[in-house]
């Protein structure tokens, strides 16, 4: 199992922007579709944004427009750009593969904290 690195969270003001980052030790994301999910308190984990291995985007409708995925293949690292945040969103960010679990990405990492003030 490789360890999934989250960071990049933080407190910010409605309207703001955060940018999230995500790295695995000891593994490669090629080949895999990945994605930013997040889990509110007393909620489910949802997905949120999916960079699928084509490049080709997808985003849950609550985000669109605001969040942009990406990355960068040769350093290996997934961002989510988080812009006009609300207090909604605040929540425990992850990254994973999509579907979540693939391959040796089993593991959850410890998340990055979002947590936006009104």
């Known amino acids: 199992q490789v360890q999934l690195v989250e960071s990049g969270g933080g407190l910010v003001q409605a309207g703001g922007s955060l940018r999230l980052s995500c790295t695995a030790s000891?593994?490669?994301?090629?080949?895999?579709?990945m994605g930013w999910y997040r889990q509110a308190p007393g909620k489910q984990r949802e997905l949120v944004a999916t960079?699928?291995?084509?490049?080709?985007?997808n985003y849950v409708d609550s985000v669109k427009v605001r969040f942009t995925i990406s990355r960068d293949i040769a350093k290996n690292v997934v961002f989510l750009q988080m812009n006009s945040l609300k207090p909604e969103d605040t929540a425990v960010y992850y990254c994973?593969?999509?579907?979540?679990?693939?391959?040796?990405?089993?593991?959850w990492g410890q998340g990055t904290q979002v947590t936006v003030s009104s």
């Open positions: 960079i699928f291995n084509s490049g080709s985007r």
């Open positions: 994973n593969t999509v579907p979540a679990g693939l391959g040796q990405f089993g593991s």
């Open positions: 000891g593994s490669i994301f090629r080949g895999y579709s």
